[in-house]
């Protein structure tokens, strides 16, 4: 399989309700696994043999098990494939199979058979924050991973939902792309981020209302209830 020439594109896929598919049945596999459903997909793990934490979630429904040796049959209807075997061959099948397919496949640990590679992940209420080493170093991924979990607070997906709690009134007010990206860009400056993190909140939320009234922008109903409090 010819080598990457390129880096991988950074994207979001909404997989709520996808079929994903996940060849292996160990600790890696439960690992994906874990983390898939998370993000309500409808996953299958398909491997002779499982972990016990696996088999615990196919007997409560929470995804589906076949105990079978993997096919090229069994990716029909996958949205998205995981390889995460321990035979080096049967991986490079997947890939292969899938690649002919037209779906989407990652092989753990094997960049050069991957379509895409999983990040490590930083979240914060609705932030997200993807890090990747373009699949060289996952040590340093999650290193990077820790380092921004210390720096990104709540305040951060506060100020995330009421800003766009004020999209829709700031797009029927203003005009512009230009005039909304600067009324968004006046709030974020007047650091109202830090105001939080200090336990200011009132003064923080009062500085948006003022941005909003000197732009014309109506008050959002999550804006006037933290306003309130």
Request: contains cysteine; positive net charge.
């Amino acid at each position: 399989m010819e080598r990457k020439k390129f880096p991988y594109y950074p994207i979001y896929l909404d997989i709520e309700n996808r079929d994903v598919l996940i060849v292996g049945g160990g600790n890696v596999c439960a690992r994906k696994a874990g983390t898939l459903m998370k993000y309500g997909a409808k996953v299958t793990v398909l491997s002779p043999e499982v972990s016990d934490e696996i088999r615990e979630w196919g007997a409560s429904g929470k995804l589906k098990v076949v105990l079978e040796k993997y096919g090229e049959s069994h990716l029909a209807g996958s949205a998205m494939v995981i390889g995460a075997t321990d035979d080096p061959c049967v991986n490079a099948r997947i890939a292969r199979d899938c690649r002919r397919r037209r779906i989407p496949v990652n092989v753990v640990d094997v960049t050069h058979l991957s379509e895409f590679i999983v990040p490590a992940i930083v979240e914060q209420g609705s932030i997200q924050i993807a890090v990747s080493t373009g699949g060289r170093s996952p040590a340093l991924a999650r290193t990077l991973r820790e380092t921004l979990e210390k720096t990104i607070g709540p305040e951060y997906s506060d100020v995330n939902e009421l800003l766009g709690s004020l999209r829709k009134p700031a797009k029927k007010s203003l005009p512009s792309d230009h005039d909304r990206k600067r009324f968004f860009d006046r709030i974020i400056a007047r650091d109202i981020v830090t105001l939080l993190r200090e336990g200011q909140s009132h003064q923080a939320w009062t500085i948006v209302a003022d941005a909003c009234r000197e732009a014309g922008v109506p008050l959002s109903s999550e804006l006037e209830a933290r306003l309130r409090q």
